[in-house]
């Protein structure tokens, strides 16, 4: 690894006017026009075509529909490491509420977790180190990842050879908008995002008419039960000391009111850290639908169905520990801190083949007006008030373009040759 300072200076030099602050007009274009027209997990076509067409003027060889809408992009430029830059590029089913000028123009869609500033972070730092390309030697591999946001997108890009067709990294690197006061940049070494499994439940009762319930099962009034006593789980069967969210997302049951049907469902989703409480957690959950649905007579078993997310997301200590390093000297004292370990979870340590080491850390991105208006004292009084992660009112600061390219190249040019 280069010494931190170095990586800093090197960094600062190639990509000038990419500092804190008003970002680069065509910088702000790009991600704008991004924001406008955001396109769902696995429908990501167009903005899968601005980046590889951006990727392809830099001089990348660039494949397209890598599980079915995903970009990879190669530079080699001699001998040295291979270093895999990721950003995930699906946006969610949201209604944007922010007012922007920018606004989302697709109905009911909406950018709501940063995935379009990830987007323009990665386009401007692949741009920036092939212009540069004097200054490092190895192989860069930049990563537009589909449907992070639904699920199974590195997952499809793995069962699409991507360790197979493409050089096979020696570092991974990866990063998120965060809301925080703009200016920051969150580490954490170690364990840093939890993982997360999606349990469909099916319950099976009688159906009939509403005035006469006796002659029915209700699968709602079931429903309800389970949807109760999953709250007991984590308080009853975890430890204190264990990080544990069951939440239950997701109720659908009958046609109109005065017909009870003949089934309900629900979408129920489990956050956990440790390997052995996953599995007891979704032990649990099985356990209670199959309990409240035979304490309640129903004419068969219900249907549950666990669908495995996302694994833990667990930084290589000694690099989190080095591309922090280079953020700092990069951006000032004070300004990379210990996020902690959050219990939101991500698909991206899937891309990293077994055994190579990975990075991915936070750039905090509200506005500083928002910011200081927001009630509470503490740091994390203050994140809890503020438009977060799949808010309709979730915008980042723009001010936040031109230093997520800097963490990129910074991070890349750490382990590139000299």
Known sequence: MREAA??????????????????????????????????????????????????????????????????????RNGEGPVVWLRGDMDALPVTEATGLPYASRTDGVMHACGHDLHVT??????????????????TLVVVGQPAEEAGGGAAAMVADGIHDRFPRPDALFGQHAAPGLVGFYPHTPGLTLSASDDVDVVVHGVGG??????????????????????????????????AVVVTVGRFHAGTTSNIIPAEARLGVNVRTRDARVRTRVLDAVRRVVEGECAA??????????????????????????????????????????????????????????????????????????????APGEELMEKAAAV?????????????????GVRTLVSAALSRLAG
């Open 6 to 75: 170095v990586v800093a200076r090197l960094t600062r030099e190639i990509t000038p006017g990419f500092g804190p602050g008003e970002p680069p007009g065509s910088l702000a274009d790009f991600y704008q026009d991004l924001h406008r027209h955001p396109e769902l997990s696995f429908e990501e076509h167009r903005t899968a075509a601005k980046l590889a067409g951006r990727l392809r003027a830099a001089g990348f060889d660039v494949t397209d529909g890598v599980a079915r809408t995903g970009v990879v992009g190669v530079l």
């Open 121 to 138: 972070w990665l386009a401007a730092a692949a741009e920036a180190l092939a212009a540069a390309r004097e200054t490092w030697s190895g």
């Open 209 to 242: 008419h509403g005035s006469r319930p006796e002659s029915t099962v209700d699968p709602v009034v079931t429903a309800a039960y389970v949807v109760t006593r999953l709250q007991s789980v984590v308080a009853r069967e975890v430890a204190a000391n264990e």
């Open 296 to 373: 309640a007579g129903c004419p068969r078993p219900p249907d549950v169905t666990v669908r495995p997310g996302c694994p833990t997301t667990v930084n290589d200590a000694q690099l989190d520990r080095e591309i922090a390093a280079v953020h700092g000297e990069l951006f000032g004292a004070g300004t990379v801190f210990d996020f902690g370990q959050a219990l939101g979870s991500e698909d991206f340590s899937l891309l990293a083949p077994q055994g190579v080491p990975y990075d991915y850390w936070y750039v905090t991105s509200t506005p500083a007006p928002v910011w200081e208006t």
């Open 387 to 403: 438009p977060g992660n799949h808010s309709p009112l979730f915008a980042p600061d723009l001010s936040v373009l031109g230093p």
